[in-house]
C-alpha cells in the first residue's frame, strides 16, 4: 500500500507494504541483548494453588507474569523524565508517533579506551529537509547486536558536540543501536542526555532517545518514515517498536 503525505510542506510518497522493523524483541533468558547490570527477562506463568497459567502444564489458558527493565532490556524510548526531578512519563511527552527520520552509518572515533561519535562521523550524510529524527547505525554492524551483553563493556557513546549540533538541527527523536547515548561510567554526568533534553534550563518538551535498536544491513542509509511505538505506561522509559517505511 502507497501513500501520499504532506509533512512541513514537504510532498512524501510512502510505501507502507514494506515495513522494517528495527526493535530487538524481548525474550526471556540470557541470550537477549541486556545492560546495564539488569536481569534477564523473566515470562512465568502465574501460580494460585494447584492451577498454573501454561496450557502445556494442564492450564486452561497461557497466563504469565513478564518481569523486564525497560533500560535494561531490549529496544526502549525515554523522555525527560529519565533525568529530571519532576514526575515526567513518557506516555504523557509523547503524543505523536509520525516522524521523517534519516538513518546514518558511522564509525566511531577511538580515543584512548573509548569509542565515540562525533561531529566528523556526520560529516557528509545528506538528510531530508522534513526531518525531525535521526537513527544511528554504528560500524561494525552485526546480528550479534541483538543478544550483546553490554554491562561493563564500556560502549560507544555520543560527544556533547555532537548532541548539540542535532538540537541546533532541530532533532527531537534520535535513536541508536547502543545501550546509551553517555559513557558507561561517567560519574553521573549523564551529559549526552542533558544537552538533547536541555534538562533543566530550556526543557525540550516531547523528545525522546530510543536506545538498543538494530537496523540490519541491507537496510540502506537514507530517509524513512518513522513510526515510533510504545507502551501506554507511565514511566520515564518505555519498551518500544521503531517501524520505518521506505520513501520513494
Known amino acids: 500500500m502507497n501513500a501520499t503525505l504532506q509533512v512541513s510542506g514537504y510532498e512524501l510518497r510512502v510505501d507502507f507494504s514494506k515495513p522494517i522493523d528495527i526493535s530487538i524483541p524481548l525474550s526471556a ?5 541486556n545492560a546495564w547490570y539488569c536481569e534477564p527477562v523473566r515470562i512465568e506463568p502465574v501460580r494460585m494453588g494447584d492451577w498454573v497459567g501454561d496450557v502445556k502444564r494442564g492450564g486452561s489458558v497461557n497466563f504469565r507474569n513478564v518481569h523486564f527493565n525497560p533500560h535494561g532490556n ?15 512519563t513518557l506516555n504523557q511527552e509523547l ?6 527520520a534519516d538513518l546514518v552509518s558511522v564509525t566511531p572515533v577511538v580515543k584512548g579506551d573509548d569509542s565515540i561519535i562525533t561531529m566528523d562521523c ?7 529537509p522534513a526531518a525531525n529524527a535521526i537513527i544511528i547505525r554504528t560500524l561494525p554492524n552485526d546480528p550479534s547486536k541483538c543478544n550483546r551483553q553490554y554491562s561493563n563493556s564500556n560502549p560507544p557513546y555520543i560527544d556533547v558536540e555532537l548532541m548539540l549540533h542535532l538540537v541546533k538541527k532541530g532533532i527531537k527523536h534520535l535513536l541508536l543501536d547502543l ?6 561510567h561517567d560519574e553521573g554526568r549523564l551529559e549526552a542526555h542533558h544537552a538533547f533534553w536541555q534538562y533543566p534550563n530550556s526543557p525540550r518538551k516531547g523528545a525522546t532517545i530510543t536506545e538498543l535498536v538494530f537496523v540490519p544491513d541491507h537496510v540502506a542509509d537514507g530517509s524513512y518514515l518513522l513510526n515510533l511505538m510504545i507502551t501506554s505506561l507511565e514511566n520515564d522509559a518505555s519498551p518500544s517498536k521503531p517501524v520505518l517505511y521506505g520513501l520513494f
Not at 533468558?29 to 541483548?33: E, M, S, T, Y
Not at 503524543?95 to 521523517?100: E, L, Q, W
Not at 556526520?122 to 531530508?128: P, R, V
Not at 545501550?179 to 558507561?184: C, T
Open 95 to 100: 503524543r505523536s508517533f509520525f516522524f521523517v
Open 179 to 184: 545501550p546509551s547515548v553517555d559513557r558507561e
Open 122 to 128: 556526520l560529516k557528509g550524510m545528506a538528510s531530508h
Open 74 to 88: 531490549g529496544t526502549h524510548t525515554e523522555c525527560m523524565g529519565h533525568i529530571s526531578k519532576e514526575e515526567i
Open 29 to 33: 533468558g540470557p541470550d537477549n541483548v
